[in-house]
């Protein structure tokens, strides 16, 4: 049974850093590209990173570029989530995501991933 287990998450100020963890189990990891989603109330789940499953290549939304960085173990099955320069709009739930898609710009989908973590609540207060 596959399960992502997402931590990290808080109330923070706005220009304060956060990192989030994924753990994921049951699956064969190093073989997934692992997304970053994240949803605000009563709106949509929006890309915001994924990781090709070597670690090798990154792609990032373009409201999270140069704040945010996202890299992974695959010794500990784990990847990453760095949130620098915190602003109260990164207001959200933030999920980790699983996909075999092979790596294209077409894993900005939150349909392209096969499993999906609980999710960790982020608060950014200005």
């Known amino acids: 049974q596959v399960q992502l287990v997402e931590s990290g998450g808080g109330l923070v100020e706005a220009g304060d850093s956060l990192r989030l963890s994924c753990a994921a189990s049951?699956?064969?990891?190093?073989?997934?590209?692992m997304g970053w989603f994240r949803q605000a109330p009563g709106k949509e789940r929006d890309f915001v990173a994924v990781?090709?499953?070597?670690?090798?290549?990154?792609y990032y939304a373009d409201s999270v570029k140069g704040r945010f960085t996202t890299s992974r173990d695959n010794a500990k099955n784990t990847v990453y989530l760095q949130m620098n320069s915190l602003k109260p709009e990164d207001t959200a739930v933030y999920y980790c995501?699983?996909?075999?898609?092979?790596?294209?710009?077409?894993?900005?989908?939150?349909?392209?991933?096969?499993?999906w973590g609980q999710g960790t609540q982020v608060t950014v207060s200005s």
């Open positions: 990781i090709r499953g070597g670690g090798d290549s990154t």
């Open positions: 049951g699956l064969t990891f190093r073989s997934y590209s």
């Open positions: 995501a699983a996909a075999t898609t092979i790596f294209t710009a077409n894993l900005r989908v939150p349909g392209q991933y096969n499993y």
